[in-house]
């Protein structure tokens, strides 16, 4: 008996090794942040801070058993200087696709209409993200 509870022991201690805590089916919530881009998500969806952008996810991102996550929303780009308080940003439709492995999301963005990659980043669970605000 406590060779077999050594030999489970083990193994769950492997798997924590591999860092794929990710449960499938369960959406990923809270902060994730890295370089350029911020993300806090819900169980419904969420909102994206970029360098110069914004964006909304529109639907929870939920891992497959693979890790792998997709969900549509929109990206608004937006530009340097003030904004005018009657100025309305462009709304352009994007896809949003990523694998989560542990606490590391690696998110694509990308804009539906014009097939144009906004760009990849690598979020991790917890931390904020460093964002630079455009001048």
Do not use: K
Request: with cysteine; net charge negative.
């Amino acid at each position: 008996m406590p060779v077999r509870l050594l030999v489970l022991i083990t193994a769950l201690a492997d798997l924590g090794a591999c860092g794929n805590l990710v449960v499938p089916g369960v959406p990923l919530a809270g902060t994730w942040g890295g370089v350029h881009l911020e993300a806090a998500l819900t169980e419904t969806g969420g909102t994206l801070e970029y360098d110069c952008a914004a964006g909304t996810i529109s639907s929870a991102l939920v891992p497959d058993e693979r890790g792998r996550v997709s969900a549509t929303g929109i990206h608004s780009p937006g530009h340097g200087g003030p904004v005018r308080q009657d100025e309305i940003p462009p709304r352009l439709p994007a896809r949003y696709d990523g694998v989560v492995r542990g606490d590391l999301l690696t998110l694509t963005v990308t804009l539906t209409e014009a097939n144009q990659q906004i760009g990849t980043f690598e979020l991790r669970r917890g931390e904020p993200g460093r964002v630079f605000r455009c001048l």
